[in-house]
């Protein structure tokens, strides 16, 4: 728990890209510490930043929906970003943001020693891969609720993550 809290102090007052200049709050992720599933998306966004929490805006409520529907409870799994504060415009974070954040995430990676990581999108797939641990890739929760395609898709990749976690049960 320290370790990550400690984390969490760093990230607040983090300056090692150009990212925390434009944020209010740093958002370094929230879950049990003992999360067998971690959820990695792109970047915190407005709403997020406006309260220091991930995935709270609309399409957080709509990430929550679809976990739900496959009988999975948010508050199970460790949900963060591949960068800590928001970005401009909401845009992509630069390769250079993420290569001074992702020693954070590298950090919660191996504090929390998921057995299962999925990956949110495009940015996402920078994380770290180590061994052990079983990757997905799904697409990112805000692209899924604007497309009607998309969001058919990723239903589906949030059912296939729901039976892989019944496989670690058993
Ligand atoms: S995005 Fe990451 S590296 Fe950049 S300032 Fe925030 S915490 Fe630091």
Known sequence: ?????????????????????????????????????????????????????????????????????????????????IVKHVSPKNRKPYADEVAACLPYLTTQISVIKPKIIVLLGESAKATPRLQGIEYMEAIHPSAAMRFKKMRNKFKEQIAELAKRMTKLDA
């Open 1 to 81: 728990m320290l370790a990550l809290e400690e984390l969490n102090y760093q990230i607040y007052s983090c300056k090692k890209c150009r990212l925390w200049r434009g944020a209010k709050h740093g958002v370094p992720g929230e879950g049990p510490l003992n999360a067998k599933v971690m959820l990695i998306g792109q970047n915190p966004g407005a709403n997020e930043d406006e309260v220091g929490r991930p995935f709270v805006g609309r399409a957080g409520k709509f990430l929550n929906k679809v976990l739900a529907e496959n009988g999975l409870k948010r508050e199970d799994l460790f949900i963060t970003s």
